[in-house]
């Protein structure tokens, strides 16, 4: 952190002999080295077009910028505007369960121009479902890309530009899997359509800890075991963090959501998906899938009504959520130290007091690194 609207360095300067400016110079030249190395770094980091929002971090206060963290910018897209006919973008949906992949998935369905699982009638249209129901349902199959995209291609619209994914069970195969989707065999339907590429873009989207109330599964898994729910939770998220360094490493597109944005600052949510994925043109936040058309029976996806409507009947104070101010830059924050207010769990706190203090610190670690991306808006 350098303070460099002080103008300290002018002041010592003018007022020290010589001598003392050498020394002084001397001294600075770490701190020179650190200026034109995050200079270089954010140049290298803009041409390959995994910017830094150097600006909006500037302007939202924060006197350090994560260089490690890939922050998204305009120029960050998961997909291009116009397709190209011969190429196919997966888009896939990194999610825990019960962690409002539900919802997600029905923003990114209002746009006409993606392409489901939905109609292999599975459960929540989840690929790992559809590849139980196929008879490939363990991990050690789900590894088989080449059989993988055979399957999908069965129920996804070829003729769309993306095809979705929705990844919520094991979430450390994601990282594995990304390089050999990009050299798969392509499944003789898609080669007949003249498709010869396939890209990937990814989606994160993870949930404050104080939020884990909202899921009557989750809180029946607590009231059962809490230390091994809250274990489970550590573990998506590292999974999660894990697989997000590397993309960001290896440049493929990734944005990260914030499941409480998604609910009470949907506007903005839409917004950056919009502009990362801008091949899915418009979404309406407030979609409600059509039973038959875009969802069948068997998904077993009861939405009655949109994620913006959803949002407006639900006070996130009463989740001991605080919404941050999204024009300021300022971010949401759970309350941690008030009682939560779900009445059929006789406790205080979150997830975090059923772990050891080095679990702790892993599980705040992991939320203030999706809080620093997640606020890149």
């Not at 110079?25 to 190395?37: G, Y």
């Not at 888009?91 to 029905?106: F, K, P, Y």
């Not at 406790?347 to 670690?365: A, C, P």
Request: net charge negative; hydrophobic share 40%; proline share 4%.
């Amino acid at each position: 952190h350098i303070g460099l609207h002080q103008g300290w360095l002018k002041h010592k300067f003018l007022s020290l002999s010589r001598y003392r400016a050498r020394v002084y110079l001397e001294a600075c030249k770490p701190m020179a080295s650190f200026l034109v190395r995050a200079l270089l770094a954010i140049l290298v980091s803009a041409l390959l077009g995994n910017g830094l929002n150097v600006d909006r971090a500037w302007r939202s206060g924060r006197t350090h910028i994560g260089l490690h963290q890939g922050f998204q910018n305009q120029s960050t897209v998961g997909c291009k505007a116009t397709p190209d006919e011969s190429s196919r973008t997966i888009l896939r949906l990194i999610v825990q369960n019960d962690h409002g992949s539900t919802a997600l998935e029905a923003v990114l369905m209002s746009s006409p121009r993606l392409a489901t699982l939905c109609s292999s009638d599975v459960w929540q249209c989840e690929g790992h479902k559809l590849l139980d129901k196929e008879g490939h349902g363990t991990a050690e199959e789900e590894r088989d890309i080449d059989m993988v995209l055979e399957a999908y291609s069965k129920y996804w619209n070829l003729s769309q530009p993306v095809f979705l994914d929705k990844k919520t069970k094991w979430l450390s195969l994601a990282k594995e899997e990304d390089k050999p989707l990009l050299e798969a065999k392509l499944p003789a339907s898609l080669q007949m359509l003249g498709v010869d590429n396939l890209l990937t873009s990814y989606v994160i989207m993870y949930k404050p800890m104080c939020l884990w109330p909202m899921s009557h599964i989750i809180v029946q898994e607590v009231k059962a075991d809490p230390q091994r729910r809250a274990r489970a939770e550590l573990k998506g998220l590292q999974d999660q963090m894990e697989l997000h360094k590397y993309l960001v490493s290896v440049g493929r597109p990734v944005l990260v959501i914030n499941y409480a944005d998604l609910l009470w600052h949907p506007i903005v949510t839409k917004r950056r998906l919009e502009a990362f994925l801008p091949c899915l043109g418009s979404l309406d936040v407030d979609f409600v899938p059509k039973l038959g058309v875009d969802i069948f029976p068997g998904n077993n996806m009861k939405i009655s009504t949109g994620v913006q409507s959803y949002g407006e009947m639900i006070d996130p104070s009463e989740y001991n959520y605080m919404l941050g101010d999204v024009e300021n830059g300022t971010r949401g924050e759970c309350l941690v130290d008030d009682t939560l207010p779900n009445k059929e769990v006789d406790f205080t706190g979150g997830l975090e007091q059923f772990l050891d203090s080095e679990e702790q610190k892993m599980l705040n670690d992991a939320y203030l690194y999706f809080d620093e991306l997640a606020d890149d808006i």
